[in-house]
């Protein structure tokens, strides 16, 4: 992985693990991107606006997500929250700003922190009425939210006696 441009240690780190989540959680022999071939890439340009946070581990990893996939993002979605190796999605500050900027760029949905969802009260009515805010808890929310992609969360698979058939989880004992 190559990171290049103005990202702080925190944005960098965020980056790593959403590269360690992909190759963990998405099965590699479906996908069309070959990691041992190619580079993967990810500058963000200076500016004025400093960029070192946990707030862009979720969009970092949706958006190696989708590259290694080719499954496109709705460009009216945004999303927000801090990401652990463990594919757990965590609280982030600055909810009510987000999500009013969210609006103000005329994007329909966001994703947030499950943990997040109290700032909701905060929010001025009009917004909460016309974006549509949906709580993730794990990256395998955000797959599903943002790509579609339906994955079973980790826990299930860890569990003796349990076996998946498409979207079907067999169970014997």
Known sequence: MI???????VMQESARISLSL???RLPLSSLSFNFKERDVHIHVPSGAVSKD????????FTALASLVTGIKVNPTLAM?????LR????????????????????????????ENLRDLQDLPEEVRDELQVQAVEVIEDVLLEALGLRLPKPEILLRPGITQDGDLYRFSS
């Open 80 to 84: 927000t929250g801090e990401i652990t």
């Open 22 to 24: 992909i190759k963990s």
């Open 53 to 60: 946070g946990p707030s862009a581990g979720v969009a970092l």
């Open 87 to 114: 594919g757990a999605v965590l609280p982030v500050g600055g909810i009510k700003e987000k999500l009013l900027a969210a609006h103000r760029a005329g994007i329909k949905k966001v994703l947030i922190p499950k």
């Open 3 to 9: 990171l290049t441009g103005k990202l702080g240690e």
